[in-house]
């Protein structure tokens, strides 16, 4: 697929089965990642990847970070929340990998490592494997970021839940003039 292609009709896919993405496959969705824009090559990224019955240790540490949140939560409603990694057969966990740098603030870090996790959405559609940005309440909890073994600079920007999509999905008509202002400096 042509890269403007990808990038105009990419969609997220939320209804993910096996296959997920072969080596090669994968190795280009991180290829793209390192790509983002990164004020000061700082690299501020990691990628933890998720698969096969490691997913299932992950739901367990959802249930566990949600159990502690909500301590009146149901066994059931926990039950559901394990289960929510077992939607997709990989998950890419992108982590903003943040240090102090006077040039270079943090929230540019964490956009730097929101830009990966946006390249590499776009190449997942490019090759032909659905994927969704998902987050959660979990997504900002130490407890998620320590299980995860992260340490205290790093920050969870999302998890990319990556398969082969069960149904394909049109892009929507989005009207981008609704969302652009040329600026001319008459307010000056």
């Known amino acids: 697929m042509d890269a403007l292609e990808a990038l105009h009709t990419r969609t997220s896919i939320s209804a993910l089965t096996d296959p997920g993405p072969n080596p090669e496959q994968?190795?280009?969705?991180?290829?793209?990642?390192?790509?983002?824009?990164?004020?000061?090559?700082?690299?501020?990224?990691?990628?933890?990847?998720?698969?096969?019955?490691?997913?299932?240790?992950f739901g367990a540490v959802m249930a566990d970070v949600m159990g502690a949140e909500k301590p009146d939560m149901s066994e059931?409603?926990?039950?559901?929340?394990?289960?929510?990694?077992?939607?997709?057969?990989?998950?890419?966990?992108?982590?903003a990998a943040t240090r102090p740098n006077p040039k270079v603030p943090q929230i540019e870090q964490l956009l730097a490592a929101g830009g990966a996790a946006q390249l590499m959405t776009a190449a997942a559609f490019a090759q032909g494997i659905g994927s969704i940005w998902r987050s959660g309440s979990f997504t900002y909890d130490r407890l998620t970021h320590e299980k995860l073994g992260l340490s205290s600079d790093d920050h969870i920007v999302g998890f990319l839940y990556v398969g082969t999509?069960?149904?394909?999905?049109?892009p929507a008509?989005?009207?981008?003039?609704?969302?652009?202002?040329?600026?001319?400096?008459?307010?000056?």
């Open 26 to 57: 994968l190795r280009n969705i991180l290829q793209a990642g390192v790509r983002a824009n990164d004020h000061g090559l700082m690299r501020p990224w990691k990628f933890l990847i998720i698969e096969g019955d490691a997913r299932k240790k």
């Open 76 to 95: 059931s409603a926990l039950a559901d929340i394990a289960s929510k990694p077992l939607r997709a057969p990989m998950i890419i966990v992108v982590v």
């Open 165 to 170: 999509p069960k149904a394909s999905k049109p």
């Open 173 to 188: 008509n989005i009207d981008i003039d609704a969302f652009v202002t040329h600026w001319t400096g008459a307010q000056l």
